[in-house]
Nanobody, 123 residues
Framework: VQLVESGGGLVQAGGSLRLSCAASGDTFTIDLMGWYRQAPGKQRELVATITSGGGSTNYADSVMGRFTISRDNAKNTIYLQMNSLEPEDSAVYYC?????????????????WGQGTQVTVPS
């Protein structure tokens, strides 16, 4: 699975950006995709996820109500619409995909990551 992000950049506080992540390769069994971010000196943190089947979403508290994750299954692409951006949102944003396998009672996850795209919101 290959993940390619696009859409990052510099935006003033209060502005908006939309990130895209296109998945290619063996994408058939991906069950979850999402976005993580990592700011300098901080750990990578979850931003939002969306399931492949029902499209259920999950958001970090810090972005709830400001960011929206969506998907286009026909294009194997997910999006992150980011509104009301704040300087604290500045980070490298990584696209994530998961394949989950079940063997009896055991669960195995194969994780895939994109190369990251920089989002900068000056203070």
């Amino acid at each position: 699975v290959q993940l390619v992000e696009s859409g990052g950049g510099l935006v003033q506080a209060g502005g908006s950006l939309r990130l895209s992540c296109a998945a290619s390769g063996d994408t058939f069994t991906i069950d979850l995709m999402g976005w993580y971010r990592q700011a300098p000196g901080k750990q990578r943190e979850l931003v939002a996820t969306i399931t492949s089947g029902g499209g259920s979403t999950n958001y970090a508290d810090s972005v709830m109500g400001r960011f929206t994750i969506s998907r286009d299954n026909a294009k194997n692409t997910i999006y992150l619409q980011m509104n009301s951006l704040e300087p604290e949102d500045s980070a490298v944003y990584y696209c994530y995909a998961r394949k989950r396998r079940f063997y009896g009672s055991s669960v195995y996850d194969d994780d895939y990551w994109g190369q990251g795209t920089q989002v900068t919101v000056p203070s």
